[in-house]
Structure formats: C-alpha cells, structure tokens
C-alpha cells in the first residue's frame, strides 16, 4: 500500500531500479510488439475472450509480439493467441493483494511490484494499443497513452477499443462533453479507432508499421525510432 511507504527508502530505489533494468534486459530485443488490455474478469468462454485470442493469434500471424499484463482473462487470451503461433508472448506480471497469478501462455514473463515501472515497459515496447472491454486498470492505460501523446511524450500511435457496444458511451461521453467544453482538441480523438473486427484491428496496425518503417528508412543513419520512448 503507498500508505506504507515509510522509513528507509533506500531498499525501495534499488527494487525500483531493479525493475527498471530488468525490463529493458529482457525486452531490448522487442520490435513492433502490440499491447493488448482487458479485464481479469473475462471467462474464457465469453465472446470477448475468444476476440482477444483471434486479435493476438492474427497480431503475431502478421510478424507482431504480443505483450499483456500477464492476468487471467484478457490477458491470458492475448498471450495464448501469441503462444499459439510460436510468437513472442510477452507478460509484465503485477503483484497484488489479490495475488495475481501470471498465465500459462508466456515465453518472456516479468513481474513487477511497482505499476509506474510496467507501464513504462507497456509504452516503451509497443507500437500499439488495443483494449477490449476491462475496468480501472484498462482505463487507466489507455488513458495515459492518450496522455503522453497529447502532451508529444511519445511518437503518436493507434489505439484501437475492441467492442463498439462497450467503447461507445465513453466515447460519446468526451466527445458531448469534453470536446464540447474545449478541454481537449478534435486531432486529440484522431488517435483512437474502435471496431468489432479483429481483422479490421491488424490493418490499422499494419499501416502504422509501414508507416513507421517508411520514417526509418527516411531517417537512415539517425538513431533508431523503432520504439515509442517514454
């Protein structure tokens, strides 16, 4: 708990290090890796947990890691859907009261006590979002990547809502009345795409990869701006 966090510190700078230069070890050899978020909740015989497997099973069919946050559900979907092509299946696990337990389906699996550290390896490694329905967590990542976007922290990058009927009241929402109370800009919404179509998912994220290795190629002999930096 942050209510806890009390006393010498020291022991905590070097785990937060820690996980810091762990996750860029392990995962400096991750290009055009797509995240995919969703709820721990969803059952594997639900419709959206077979979506989230067919997303990633295409995703990775089409030469794209998958990372996830390593948790049941959505998450277990994404990095089975990646397991099953023989793609990398990337999990940035989380320790939780609730004890999450990492999935089966992972070939590079880290863990993490501190979500400030995930995240930076969610936004760092991947070249795109994809969020099905989920809670406060999914919430919570797609707006920070809306967020270091708005504010030029990061290369622009789609983020796509997978489920028209789950994504279009929040959506409306920010339109009606954040939009209209001119809190944000119009060119702010142009990042997210929503659709019921996994296929529909791959072309966007295909077009974005061609988009950025056409940049490489343009910037050739510059450093290498494969990857979003946080």
């Given at each position: 708990?942050?209510?806890?966090?009390?006393?010498?510190?020291?022991?905590?700078?070097?785990r937060?290090?820690?996980?810091?230069?762990?996750?860029?070890?392990?995962?400096?050899?991750?290009?055009?890796?797509?995240?995919?978020?969703?709820?721990a909740?969803?059952?594997?015989?639900?419709?959206?947990?077979?979506?989230?497997?067919?997303?990633?099973?295409?995703?990775?069919?089409?030469?794209?890691?998958?990372?996830?946050?390593?948790?049941p559900?959505?998450?277990?979907?994404?990095?089975?859907?990646?397991?099953?092509?023989?793609?990398?299946?990337?999990?940035?696990?989380?320790?939780?009261?609730?004890?999450?337990?990492?999935?089966?389906?992972?070939?590079?699996?880290?863990e993490?006590?501190?979500?400030?550290?995930?995240?930076?390896?969610?936004?760092?490694?991947?070249?795109g979002?994809?969020?099905?329905?989920?809670?406060?967590?999914?919430?919570?990542?797609?707006?920070?990547?809306?967020t270091?976007?708005?504010?030029?922290?990061?290369?622009?990058?789609?983020?796509?809502?997978?489920?028209?009927?789950?994504?279009?009241?929040?959506?409306?929402?920010?339109?009606?009345?954040?939009?209209?109370?001119?809190?944000?800009?119009?060119?702010?919404?142009?990042?997210?795409?929503?659709?019921?179509?996994?296929?529909?998912?791959?072309?966007?994220?295909?077009?974005?990869?061609?988009?950025?290795?056409?940049?490489?190629?343009?910037?050739?002999?510059?450093?290498?701006?494969?990857?979003?930096?946080?």
């Open positions: 708990m942050i209510e806890d966090l009390k006393g010498d510190e020291s022991w905590r700078m070097f937060i290090i820690s996980e810091f230069t762990e996750g860029f070890e392990r995962l400096s050899d991750t290009h055009f890796a797509i995240s995919i978020f969703g709820s909740r969803i059952k594997p015989e639900t419709p959206y947990y077979q979506a989230a497997q067919t997303i990633a099973e295409v995703l990775a069919g089409n030469g794209y890691s998958i990372i996830s946050g390593g948790g559900g959505v998450m277990e979907a994404a990095n089975k859907g990646a397991w099953l092509k023989n793609a990398p299946s990337i999990g940035l696990n989380i320790q939780l009261p609730s004890e999450q337990r990492p999935n089966n389906y992972q070939n590079v699996s880290l993490f006590r501190y979500f400030f550290a995930r995240k930076v390896m969610f936004v760092k490694y991947s070249i979002y994809v969020c099905l329905p989920g809670g406060f967590g999914t919430l919570d990542e797609l707006f920070e990547a809306l270091l976007m708005q504010t030029h922290k990061i290369h622009p990058m789609p983020l796509v809502l997978f489920g028209a009927d789950y994504w279009n009241g929040l959506l409306s929402w920010i339109r009606d009345t954040v939009l209209a109370h001119k809190l944000i800009g119009p060119d702010e919404l142009d990042y997210i795409s929503v659709t019921d179509d996994p296929l529909e998912v791959v072309d966007i994220m295909n077009r974005h990869r061609e988009w950025k290795l056409k940049k490489i190629l343009e910037a050739s002999g510059k450093p290498d701006t494969n990857r979003c930096e946080p």
